[in-house]
């Protein structure tokens, strides 16, 4: 089996795949170019994204060079994929603002020194924006069936459950399939890699190439990741895991991986790491919680950097350790002045936005599950004054994984 095949199944990332023993051997030959495209309905990508962006390292890393195609185009429309109803429509400057920031986030996860394998980012907005309609559907359209494209989970799992689909969105994957054929007649583009999700669209892009021009593409698709627990991957009880900073610290994501199930922490290796197979292997009759801090400390050192792994793992240390206030902690500011009001520990959790929910709160505290400087408040009504903020903070504390430094201003 081909080398970059082996690596991509020996860790995890293997779902299906067209043509697979003639994959394995255009791999042997020659070095190709394969893409994976990003939605833009956000800001950011998040964790769930993050298979994907382990999929263009590992092509760069076997000499292949990624194309990152960003839907510009498609976001337009919206992805029915997985979805019970029609997304959000953004604006335009809503998406260009997604995309530049979208991109540098995976520049900060591939490498851009060798022009050999340098990723190509492309926006399908691109040829997309001026597609005559009636010589679209004369050329692309008449290669598609009704009745092969209401076979495709994104479009059938909607109906059966019936739930509306727009034509817009029932247009959704032509365009898929549509941007894979232009990706291979202007950049030679013969593999598409995606979540399993997607293998309807994939198989179309490849099946269109085939009639279009008789040229032999590929997809690969990734399995869907859901959490030892079952959660789905990417999304956490207090939120998703964003991949932007501006969103989520580093502290926050470096813990995010740090308190992963101890089912999950050798696959989590395999798949977010750069960590060898072997030695993974190698690690499994290791402490688990110093495996939980291996994932965290590369994981975060990979998105973040080395400084703001160790700083993350440094606050941690001090966080656990009882007698500090953490220095490194992810920090929220509030005013002096506020404290004036007679603010209780309800408030000043609310403030931090660490809970937005009183109710829950009250649970907590019931559980005596908040702590102000290490001590547990156990009566909702405790007023935070400024004589509890040492050198002009405090530490908050919620459960045994979540700290925060609350600094005056």
Not at 263 to 279: A, P, W
Not at 338 to 365: F, H, M, P
Request: proline share 1%; charged share 25%; aromatic share 8%.
């Amino acid at each position: 089996m081909n080398k970059f095949l082996k690596e991509f199944k020996d860790r995890g990332y293997f779902y299906q795949c067209t043509s697979e023993a003639d994959l394995s051997n255009l791999l042997d030959k020659e070095k190709i170019k394969a893409y994976i495209g990003f939605d833009c309905t956000a800001e950011s990508l998040h964790v769930g994204s993050l298979l994907q962006i382990m999929c263009l390292r590992l092509l760069q890393k076997n000499g292949h060079r990624p194309i990152v195609l960003l839907g510009g185009g498609t976001t337009r429309i919206g992805d029915p994929s997985g979805k019970d109803k029609t997304r959000k429509i953004l604006d335009e400057n809503e998406i260009e603002k997604n995309i530049k920031n979208i991109q540098n986030i995976l520049k900060k996860f591939l490498d851009s020194d060798d022009p050999k394998t340098s990723p190509i980012y492309v926006n399908n907005y691109t040829w997309l924006k001026d597609l005559n309609y009636i010589s679209f559907l004369r050329d692309i359209g008449k290669h598609f069936t009704i009745n092969r494209m209401l076979t495709f989970d994104s479009v059938k799992l909607r109906l059966e459950r019936e739930q509306s689909l727009s034509y817009m969105e029932f247009n959704y994957m032509i365009l898929q399939a549509y941007d894979f054929l232009e990706l291979n007649k202007k950049e030679n583009c013969v593999l598409q890699i995606g979540g399993s999700d997607q293998w309807g669209n994939i198989v179309n892009g490849v099946e269109l190439i085939k009639r279009y021009s008789n040229n032999q593409t590929y997809g690969l698709t990734t399995p869907l990741i859901t959490l030892a627990t079952g959660a789905k991957m990417g999304k956490t009880e207090n939120g998703a895991i964003w991949l932007d900073e501006k969103y989520l610290s580093a502290y926050d994501y470096w813990q995010f991986w740090r308190n992963v199930d101890d089912r999950d922490v050798i696959k989590f290796l395999k798949m977010f790491t750069d960590i060898d197979i072997s030695e993974i292997n190698a690690l499994e009759e290791k402490n688990i919680n110093e495996l939980k801090i291996l994932l965290a400390n590369k994981a975060t050192a990979m998105l973040h950097g080395e400084d703001a792994a160790q700083n993350s793992a440094q606050a941690a240390k001090e966080a656990f350790s009882g007698n500090s206030l953490g220095s490194n902690l992810p920090s929220v500011k509030i005013e002096t002045k506020q404290l004036e009001n007679n603010v209780n520990i309800i408030d000043l959790i609310i403030l931090s936005k660490a809970e937005n929910s009183k109710s829950e709160i009250r649970r907590l505290i019931k559980g005596k599950a908040i702590k102000i400087n290490d001590a547990v408040v156990s009566d909702e009504k405790f007023i935070i004054n400024q004589q509890l903020f040492s050198e002009n903070y405090i530490k908050l504390s919620i459960g045994k994984k979540r700290h925060i430094k609350i600094e005056l201003s």
